[in-house]
Each structure stands twice: as structure tokens, then as C-alpha cells.
């Protein structure tokens, strides 16, 4: 993981435009779990990789991220990110859209130093995936019919594409077998699931990572807690739903009421559980790998995605 | 060209999000001029290329070029483009980046599917440039002491790099020599540098392509003309300049007087002759190949290019 960070910083640089490494540092620097870096390290281990191109791929998933971070901010209007505040406020939209930009160019670079076509192939895919991931959410937004294979359509675009793909390339780079590819791939998408689901419940019952809790609600999102109290409204609950969702006239208090009517209709408590599912539908993905540290590694992975709902 | 224009229509769409086609639509349906992608399949043809990774790599480098326009209408905040809103005004801006991430990975795609590492490093080079120039020309805007050293580095970055990585890549698939590969890039660089001076100039004099006359000097871009304009001006000029561009305090009748004092200092005329040494410059990177039809369209495309200086 220092060859990782080593190899962001030199390559997070610009001659010609001292811009780029600055907004790119300030998130970067502000220290991201950096656990798409680590699945490619690991799934590489994990199939007795001995090169050094998981290291490039590592900083290139780092990199796919940063510039998506960059980028949601500027379609989100965040003012706050990892607990700081957002590129977009601190210098401006502009710079955030083009640093993204520069930034996803990189990791091409990165990822075309592999000489692998078939990395190429799975992370420019995993990259359409993402944006289509964000443009559907982006057009679902505010819509109560939204429903639950709609939900999954769209995380599994935004966020568990990129996991997929950091522990697939992982595997294919050391060259193992089909069968384990293919469970590296199931074991990414199921952790980035997880990771998503976790990720909308404690935006709504509020964490430690420097979030405003219930900027989803107040931006119309459809997540599964919503989506799940949603289904079992009642017609006075249904008015409080168009309301805030639909008609985006969020209130004060109205994160309260919205929690009561979820907790009403169990929709937190289900909602954790299928994280909790999905995390440990990663951990047996791995099966099929001999026990070991970096099995031990990746499992642990999907399990600290859900830790904070334990 | 007609079967760049029908893998652009397949490769637009997306299952998943139908506003993706819709906004991709609005501005590949608007009739740009595609001088990239004719650039790809003239340069292939004109090193008897027979394969047909051309239209892959034309149709490549019109997304790329489109995921850039896409960005720079939110960076820029403009409203008309060829003649038309907008997307960030029609849709929003959340859709404009979006769709233009998405394009930018479609495009990726498409060129993994050539099979060929160089192109894709030429390529993901190309992209990161572009990025680069964006970012430095946001950084410069507004600063008097820009020179036109600087102002090169934008143009080559921006514009330029597109076109010379369009016609590079056509001389690479055809597996030409190194010199005719080199002969290429020059012409595209050229040609690029020529068409970015004469876009500049008519944004200030006036032209039929559905900008607003104006836009560069309310936005306070350091463009050729004001540059060589700023570099003559006396004391009460330079107090307009300061006004105009350094601190951004744009009046009716500016344009008017900007151009007035772009003419005391001859500084459209020169740069109305160095887009025309720009033009003629790229079409004697062509003299290294036979006479031809295909050589005449690439040196009609410089031509092209600065048509409206005549």
C-alpha cells in the first residue's frame, strides 16, 4: 500500500497545471479508507501474483474514485466530504468537473501501462457502468414508484461496479483460473452492495464519517429504507412521502418523522439485514480460494463495510 | 462516414438510463461539423489502411470530443452551443457531467476493442492533455500577465492534443513508418492550433456559428488577440483591461471598445496571419505523402478550418 500512495502522488501531478494536484490532494489526502486499492492487492495476492502491476491497478481504482467523488459533489452540491469541506465550495464547480476529468485520464494511463487488453476491457466497462449507475439514480430521483430491482440497478452501477472490478482485475492479472475470476467478480459486487446499503442507512440514522445526516432525504434519493417504508404507507404517510420526496419540500424535523415511519414499517431492521446478507454472500464468494491471510484479508473487508450497522 | 455516424447511434445508447441518449442526442444531433472523425478515416485511408478499426476510432474521438463540450458548458455556464440551449440549461448540470462521464467511457470502449495498446496510449495521453490545457486555461483566466507562450499551452492542450491524437492514430492502425506517423501528429497539431486562434478571433468578431459574440472577453479568457492588445497598451488602456478582464467588471460598448483597441495595436490583423501560418504549417506536414485524393481532403480540412478569416 506505500507503493499504492507512492505511485498517486507521482502521478496525481501536473507541470503545466499546479490546480490539479492541489483539489486532487485535499481529497486524496484526506485519507479514504483506500479499500478499492486494497481488494486489487489483495485478489492479486490471493492468486500468487508476483508482478508489480496490482500496484498500478490499485492507484488506478483509487483514481476512478476520486474523479466519481469529484464529479458527485458537483451533481450533488455537497459542502461537506470525509468530515471537510468539498472541492466544489473550496475552489469551484469548474474545478472539480476538470480535475475529475484529469483524473480518469490517468488512471487510463495507469491501467494501459498493464499492456493487459482485458484489464482495459473490464475497467472501461466498470467505468460506463458507473456513470449509467448515476445518470439512472439521477433520473429516478424524487420518484416514488421507484422500486427495489430499480435501487439495485442503480448501486450496483454507482458503487459495486468499481469493487467488481478492483478484485476481478486482481485475478486476472495474476493470470488464475475462470471459476475464481468469476468469484472474485461476485465477491466485489456483493461487498460494494453491502458497502451502498450501509452507506444509505447511516446517512439516515447518522455516523462518525462527516456526512450531513439526511442529505439523501433532502435530495429526493430513493434508498431501500425509503423505498421499504414506502411500500407499506399508509395514505396520510403517503402525503408525508410526496411531500419531501416527490415535491422536495423538506422540513425541519421531517428526518424524525421519516425515521418513526420507517422504524413503523421495520424498514430500518430489514434494510441492515440485507447489507448484512449481501456482506456475507461476499465472504462465501471466497470459498472457493484456500484459507490463508489474504483470504482472511478480503473477508475482513466485507465484513468492516458493514461494521457500523453491527 | 455514414458508418461512424451509425456505431455513434448504437454506442449513445444506454438501456438503463434513456437520458443518456436523449442529452448525447441533442448535441451529436445538432450537426457538428466532425472534423475529428473524418480526420481518423482520411489520415487511415491516406496510409491505405483496410481494416475497419477506422470508424471504432472515429467514432472514439467524436465522444471524446462531445464529453468535453458537455463539461465545458457547466464550466463555462454557457447557453448556446451550435445554435442551440445548451444541455446543462435543457436537462441540468448533474446531467451534463454525467453523460459526459459516460460518453468518455464509451469511448474508452471503443478503442480497447482495436486491440491495440499504442492507440490507447495515444489516446489516454491525449485525453489527459485536454484535461490539463482546461485546467490551466481556468487557472490563467483573468490574469493580464498571461503571455502567448501560455496561451499556446491552453490551445495545444484543449484543442489541439484531440486532433493530432485523431490523425496519429490513424497512421498507427495502418501501420505506417514512424516518419508518416510523425508527419500526422504534426498536421493535426497544426490544424488544431490554427482552428483554436480563428474560434478565438470570431468570438470576437463576429461569425455564424451560434456563439454569443463576446463570450471569451466577459468570461475573461486570454485569448491572442487581447493578449497582443494587452502587451501594446498604454496606461489608460490597460485601465479598460484591468476593468474587463482582471476584475471582471464588464460593460455594454466593451466589445465594441475592445476591438477598437485590438485594431490601434494591429492585433487582428497578426493573429488573423498566425491562424493562417498555423493552416499552411499543417499542410506541409503533408508534403511527406503522394498527391491524392485523400492528401487533398486533409489539406481542404486546414483550409477548413480557417475559412472565416478570409
Redesign the interface.
Known amino acids: 500500500m506505500e507503493a499504492v500512495n507512492a505511485l498517486i502522488a507521482t502521478r496525481m501531478a501536473?507541470e503545466?497545471?499546479?490546480?490539479?494536484p492541489e483539489v486532487t490532494a485535499h481529497l486524496i489526502g484526506a485519507g479514504g479508507k483506500r479499500v478499492r486499492p486494497l481488494m486489487v492487492l489483495a485478489a492479486a495476492d490471493l492468486c500468487d501474483y508476483a508482478g508489480d502491476h496490482d500496484v498500478r491497478l490499485a492507484a488506478t481504482v483509487e483514481f476512478i474514485h476520486t474523479a466519481?467523488l469529484l464529479?458527485d459533489d458537483?451533481?450533488d452540491e455537497s459542502e461537506q466530504r470525509r468530515g471537510r469541506p468539498t472541492a466544489n465550495l473550496l475552489w469551484d464547480?469548474?474545478?472539480s468537473?476538470?480535475?475529475g476529468?484529469?483524473l480518469?485520464?490517468?488512471s487510463?494511463?495507469l491501467m494501459?501501462e498493464t499492456?493487459s487488453?482485458r484489464v482495459?476491457?473490464i475497467l472501461?466497462?466498470a467505468?460506463?457502468v458507473?456513470?449509467?449507475?448515476?445518470?439512472?439514480q439521477?433520473?429516478v430521483a424524487r420518484n416514488l414508484a421507484t422500486d427495489e430491482e430499480t435501487y439495485l440497478?442503480v448501486i450496483r452501477?454507482k458503487t459495486a461496479a468499481l469493487f467488481a472490478a478492483a478484485s476481478e482485475v486482481g485475478g486476472v492479472i495474476a493470470g488464475t483460473s475462470e471459476a475464481k475470476v468469476d468469484a472474485l467478480r461476485t465477491y466485489g459486487d456483493a461487498l460494494g452492495i453491502a458497502f451502498q446499503i450501509a452507506d444509505d442507512l447511516l446517512d439516515l440514522t447518522g455516523d462518525d464519517i462527516g456526512k450531513n445526516t439526511g442529505d439523501d432525504l433532502r435530495e429526493g434519493k430513493l434508498t431501500l429504507p425509503v423505498i421499504r417504508a414506502v411500500a407499506g404507507a399508509d395514505s396520510e404517510e403517503r402525503a408525508f412521502w410526496d411531500r419531501v420526496i416527490a415535491r422536495g419540500r423538506y422540513q425541519d424535523g421531517d428526518l424524525e418523522q421519516a425515521l418513526d415511519l420507517m422504524t413503523r414499517h421495520d424498514a430500518i431492521e430489514t434494510t441492515r439485514k440485507t447489507a448484512l446478507d449481501w456482506s456475507a454472500r461476499a465472504k462465501d464468494a471466497l470459498d472457493l480460494f484456500p484459507e490463508g491471510e489474504m483470504r482472511d484479508t478480503l473477508r475482513a473487508l466485507a465484513d468492516h463495510v458493514v461494521v457500523r450497522l453491527l
Open positions: 501536473s503545466n497545471a499546479p490546480r490539479i466519481t464529479h458537483v451533481v464547480n469548474p474545478s468537473v476538470l480535475v476529468d484529469y480518469f485520464a490517468r487510463f494511463q494501459v499492456g487488453l482495459l476491457d472501461s466497462n467505468a460506463a458507473i456513470a449509467e449507475g448515476e445518470v439512472l439521477l433520473s440497478k452501477g
